[in-house]
């Protein structure tokens, strides 16, 4: 069973800096892109940033552009978000999420979300 | 980057009715295109991807059709169990953005 735990969020102020991550298990990590995707309290989905399984290519949304990084590691199975220069408009629940395996950009599982919330 | 839109807002029919929400890019996206059903106080599901292929264990009167910028979820008969947030996606190349959402609720 496909089993994503995100860990790392809670509440930071403006400006500040944390770091999400997500435990994978279940399948086979090193083959799967994988995603971040966010929701703020009562709105919809928004897609914040996508990584090849190999780190090669890494997209952002526009809105987290040279503020938040992803990266990976396959050795721990293992999918994280820098976020730095928060903002009160990136509180949301932040999801990891896997891609189908042959169908690049569709999210075939999701995690149970982490809350990030900003304000001072 | 390509916007995606998506009518109505929200909407309410009956138990049973046909429903249809539309998703629209604004530029041609040809079949790349996925609908996601997010329950309240649920995690996001995929429902269908290559605008019209239904994933695995998605009940058969949910049905996706179009291409190009067009595209359309239909239920074929509402049940009480459909009752949620459905959104677009696309995903032929980043960013993945998704359509804002259709809320579907029982009349």
């Known amino acids: 069973e496909v089993q994503l735990v995100e860990s790392g969020g809670g509440l930071v102020k403006p400006g500040g800096s944390l770091r999400l991550s997500c435990a994978a298990s279940?399948?086979?990590?090193?083959?799967?892109?994988m995603n971040w995707v966010r929701q703020a309290p009562g709105k919809g989905l928004e897609w914040v940033s996508s990584i090849s399984s190999s780190s090669s290519y890494i997209y952002y949304a526009d809105s987290v552009k040279g503020r938040f990084t992803i990266s990976r590691d396959n050795a721990k199975n293992s999918l994280y978000l820098q976020m730095n220069s928060l903002r009160a408009e990136d509180t949301a629940v932040y999801y990891c999420?896997?891609?189908?395996?042959?169908?690049?950009?569709?999210?075939?599982?999701w995690g149970q979300g982490t809350l990030v919330t900003v304000s001072s | 980057d390509i916007q995606m839109t998506q009518s109505p807002s929200s909407l309410s029919a009956s138990v049973g009715d046909r429903v249809t929400i539309t998703c629209r890019a604004s530029q041609g996206i040809s079949n790349y295109l996925a609908w996601y059903q997010q329950k309240p106080g649920k995690v996001p599901k995929l429902l269908i991807y290559?605008?019209?292929t239904l994933q695995s264990g998605v009940p058969s009167r949910f049905s996706g059709s179009g291409s190009g910028t067009d595209f359309t979820l239909t239920i074929s008969s509402l049940q009480p169990e459909d009752v949620a947030t459905y959104y677009c996606q696309k995903y032929n190349s980043a960013p993945f953005t998704f359509g804002p959402g259709t809320k579907v609720d029982i009349k």
């Open positions: 999420a896997r891609e189908g395996i042959t169908i690049f950009g569709v999210v075939m599982s």
């Open positions: 279940g399948f086979t990590f090193s083959s799967y892109s």
């Open positions: 290559a605008a019209s």
